[in-house]
């Protein structure tokens, strides 16, 4: 199973960029890199997801190297709504059958 | 369109009682999977179902079983509760089949044993 490895948390400004890195160094060429928020008691969010190219959607970025074995959401103008935790996650298909595997995840504090 | 809907949204039973939690998916997604999330396990996978069948099963006791019926609604059961079965049991849903859908989550379903 590809793993990843997350900063415990981290603190941005509101207003400025929030860049989480994410480290998935296992992953393997068919293997989809994706990103979800949780916000306490609440189901986790998806946000964003990518294989090779850099992605862009209404919520955040997708910056993913050109070796695949790391990849960072940026959330261009952070405000105190995105405060949650984030999770990078590497999906796969084994057998047709899915399932996500997540890791602890990063913190996110966006300050005042 | 709708989101995931799971219901109860919060239970207290008593071990070594049963319980049944129940998924609704989103209009038109074939694959339902169901994680438990803990402080201190964080979210792990349960099992995965597509059009009545289960594809994958996660690392979890007999205890734990799902079935998903032909609207794709789901459900899962616990049965013989125990203590550390108090978590937050979480479905989600997707087109199915293809590792570039997307998993729509619901707000889950916070399971207190007592």
């Known amino acids: 199973d590809a793993k990843t490895t997350q900063p415990t948390s981290m603190d941005c400004a509101e207003g400025r960029a929030a860049n989480l890195p994410c480290n998935h160094s296992?992953?393997?060429?068919?293997?989809?890199v994706y990103w979800y928020r949780q916000i306490h008691s609440q189901g986790p969010q998806y946000i964003i997801h990518?294989?090779?190219n850099n992605e862009t959607n209404e919520m955040a970025s997708l910056i993913i190297t050109e070796d695949r074995k790391s990849s960072t959401l940026i959330l261009p103008h952070a405000t105190l709504r995105d405060t949650a935790v984030y999770y990078c996650?590497?999906?796969?298909?084994?057998?047709?059958?899915?399932?996500?595997?997540f890791g602890q995840g990063t913190r996110l504090t966006i300050n005042p | 369109k709708a989101g995931v809907t799971q219901t109860p949204r919060y239970l207290i039973k008593t071990r070594g009682q049963q319980v049944t939690l129940s998924c609704s998916p989103i209009?038109?997604?074939?694959?339902v999977s169901w994680y438990q999330q803990t402080p201190g396990q964080g979210l792990q996978f349960l099992f995965e179902?597509?059009?009545?069948?289960?594809?994958n099963k996660g690392n979890f006791p007999g205890r734990f079983s799902g079935r998903q019926f032909s609207n794709s609604r789901s459900e899962m059961n616990v049965s013989t509760l125990e203590l550390g079965d108090s978590a937050l049991y979480l479905c989600?849903?997707?087109?199915?089949?293809?590792?570039?859908?997307?998993?729509?989550f619901g707000n889950g379903t916070r399971l207190t044993v007592t």
């Open positions: 989600a849903s997707s087109l199915g089949g293809a590792s570039n859908s997307p998993l729509h």
């Open positions: 179902y597509f059009s009545e069948t289960q594809r």
């Open positions: 209009s038109g997604h074939r694959s």
């Open positions: 296992t992953i393997s060429g068919n293997e989809y």
């Open positions: 990518g294989l090779k």
């Open positions: 996650i590497v999906r796969f298909i084994i057998q047709g059958a899915q399932k996500l595997v």
